[in-house]
């Protein structure tokens, strides 16, 4: 059995979780997130509090699906309960953002500042001249708007200059060095 797909989904009180077909729908404080799963051998059932997955069959694809589908539907209810956050941090002499109506303008060392515009459903903070807080309730649509904000400058291993996860540790790299 899959170890993550055997795990039941605690879902709290205010939180409600309806499926139609292949489609799941989670209502919740912060508001509802709808996905569509393949849910194909699957049974998903939803009783007292907690959503369980079990598979109607054992082929390889039904068994990576199991896992998924779980991380899907805990992700969801997740997200509409406390949602997700990624911070960001600029690295660099001269880099620095500013808050521009809901969007951002990052100053990364071009000759034009960039205009960051962000996606629905998603809300960017600014905290001081290096810090960008991304956050939302789709678990993956706050990991893509950061990783497109960090797109724009990576960390380079030779100074470690650039827009880098908070936690992200940048190995660095030696400068070269005369022969002696």
Known sequence: MSLIGGKPIIIPKDVTVTLDRNTAQVK???????????????????????????RTSQSLQTKANHGLVRSLLQNMVTGVTA???????LIGTGYRVQKQGSGL???????????????????LEVEGNNFIIVSGMD?????????EIRS???????????????????????GKTTAV
């Open 105 to 123: 303008e990052l100053s990364l060392g071009f000759s034009h500042p960039i205009v960051v515009v962000p996606k629905p459903g998603i809300v």
């Open 28 to 54: 919740g404080p912060k508001g509802t997130l709808t996905q569509v799963l393949p849910l194909r051998h699957l049974e998903v059932i939803i009783a007292e509090g907690l959503a369980t997955i079990k």
């Open 152 to 174: 724009h400058r990576p960390p380079e291993p030779y100074k470690g200059k650039g827009i880098k996860y908070e936690d992200e540790v940048i190995r660095r790299k030696a």
């Open 83 to 89: 949602g997700f956050t990624k911070r960001l941090e």
């Open 139 to 147: 678990k993956q649509a706050v990991g893509q708007q950061a990783a």
